[in-house]
T-cell receptor
Framework: KQEVTQIPAALSVPEGENLVLNCSFT??????LQWFRQDPGKGLTSLLL?????REQTSGRLNASLDKSSGRSTLYIAASQPGDSATYLC??????????FGSGTRLLVRP | EADIYQTPRYLVIGTGKKITLECSQT?????MYWYQQDPGMELHLIHY???????EKGDLSSESTVSRIRTEHFPLTLESARPSHTSQYLC???????????FGPGTRLLVL
């Protein structure tokens, strides 16, 4: 059964720092991996989707990498801003294409 | 930009009332999902559908029911609300398996 783990659970950094969020999964036979952002009390916003054949995806200051063989993905945020403060979730689909979510990383960027 | 909508956004009701949470999407997606999430906690899948007249229960047991009569519409109903149903309910949809899954803004439900 697929399990998704995110480290760290919480992270506090000063504004301007580059940071890396980690996601690991136990079954490397994934179709794709998706990174989401969730603000308190809100829905999830899709940030990046990486297909299993891809190694990385970029969107603005965000860069996500995928290493299927080692069961890992990282989300790199460059030049962090207070507006980046949120919970970041990674998810992979199971064999029925239902998403399995990690428990998230709560990020606080201090001004 | 995701075109998936949920109404109401906030709902406060008394115990025993019947409620329906609405979810609709204009992207023509076959796959739709309902998740339940308590504040600061993980998402739990409670229902999903892979198309019209197809509904399945998710990983978390729920007293709610769903229907899928039209592709774009996936309402969730609680026949008799209880305080234990207080939570945030998130609707999502996706087209093909390899595509992005989009989420609605959520409905925050408080049952007194």
């Amino acid at each position: 059964k697929q399990e998704v783990t995110q480290i760290p659970a919480a992270l506090s950094v000063p504004e301007g720092e580059n940071l890396v969020l980690n996601c690991s999964f136990t079954d490397s036979a994934i179709y794709n991996l998706q990174w989401f952002r969730q603000d308190p009390g809100k829905g999830l916003t899709s940030l990046l989707l990486i297909q299993s054949s891809q190694r990385e995806q970029t969107s603005g200051r965000l860069n996500a990498s995928l290493d299927k063989s080692s069961g890992r993905s990282t989300l790199y945020i460059a030049a962090s801003q207070p507006g980046d403060s949120a919970t970041y979730l990674c998810a992979v689909p199971d064999s029925s294409y239902k998403l399995i979510f990690g428990s998230g990383t709560r990020l606080l960027v201090r001004p | 930009e995701a075109d998936i909508y949920q109404t109401p956004r906030y709902l406060v009701i008394g115990t025993g009332k019947k409620i329906t949470l609405e979810c609709s999407q204009t992207m023509g997606h076959d796959k739709m999902y309902w998740y339940q999430q308590d504040p600061g906690m993980e998402l739990h899948l409670i229902h999903y559908s892979y198309g019209v007249n197809s509904t399945e229960k998710g990983d978390l047991s729920s007293e709610s029911t769903v229907s899928r009569i039209r592709t774009e519409h996936f309402p969730l109903t609680l026949e008799s609300a209880r305080p234990s149903h207080t939570s945030q309910y998130l609707c999502a949809s996706r087209g093909y398996a390899g595509e992005t899954q989009y989420f609605g803004p959520g409905t925050r439900l408080l049952v007194l």
